[in-house]
């Protein structure tokens, strides 16, 4: 009698265990949905021109030289080496700026030179890129252009993987000072909930958690 009054009270022990521990994961699954305001649909991002990134491939032409016309990948420190110009600062710089300090360097040697800068391969300025972290297909870093949305990098990342809490991701806004907003990628890839995708800002970070069940 005595261990089936102890099996019993076990028992009874488990299953309030499991409660409270579904319970607990229950209301923390709910947070992820409140814990953050929404990210807002769309977004102003003033008119800007392309800054030259490390790793960028450029495409430097000096009219009528072609023996100085050549092709580049800007190095990890930022800078760039010509015939005629062992070291300049690319990165941070846009071409048609970068062009004219490509010129200032050439007339040393050639007679009003005219140089043309021509991006081939783009990775920009890393404090602008968009960085998909987490539970994503591919996590990676995307160039940020104008009108760019959630759905457009995440297609790029290979959207999310099984393991995903797609609805609990999260949007840190680089240029709020890190505020942070809640994204519904679950319904957006899944579902198809158009309403789910919003526009990204230079500098976003979206951080994708794994799903607890």
Do not use: H, N
């Given at each position: 009698m005595t261990l089936r009054f102890i099996s019993c009270?076990?028992?009874?022990t488990v299953i309030?265990?499991?409660?409270?521990?579904?319970?607990?994961?229950?209301?923390?699954?709910?947070?992820?949905f409140s814990?953050?305001?929404?990210?807002?649909?769309?977004v102003?991002?003033?008119?800007?021109?392309?800054k030259i990134g490390a790793l960028d491939v450029l495409d430097i032409v000096?009219?009528?030289n072609p023996e100085l016309s050549?092709?580049?990948t800007v190095r990890p420190d930022g800078r760039i080496s010509l015939p005629l110009v062992e070291d300049l600062q690319a990165a941070g710089r846009n071409p048609a700026d970068l062009s004219r300090d490509i010129e200032k360097a050439l007339s040393k040697f050639i007679r009003e030179p005219v140089v043309t800068v021509v991006v081939n391969s783009f990775q920009g300025v890393s404090t602008e890129q968009i960085r998909i972290v987490g539970e994503a297909g591919k996590p990676q870093s995307v160039p940020f252009r104008k009108g760019l949305t959630v759905l457009d990098v995440m297609l790029q990342a290979g959207g999310l993987t099984d393991f995903a809490d797609g609805n609990g991701a999260v949007l840190v806004r680089?240029?709020?000072?890190?505020k942070q907003y809640s994204l519904r990628l679950k319904d957006l890839l899944k579902r198809g909930d158009i309403s789910a995708n919003v526009?990204?800002?230079?500098?976003?970070?979206?951080?994708?958690?794994?799903?607890?069940?």
């Open positions: 009270a076990f028992q009874r309030g265990l499991s409660v409270a521990v579904f319970a607990a994961g229950s209301l923390t699954a709910c947070g992820t814990r953050y305001p929404e990210a807002p649909p769309k102003q991002t003033a008119d800007q021109l392309y000096v009219w009528r050549t092709k580049v680089g240029s709020e000072s890190g526009e990204l800002m230079p500098g976003d970070i979206i951080i994708i958690p794994q799903s607890w069940f």
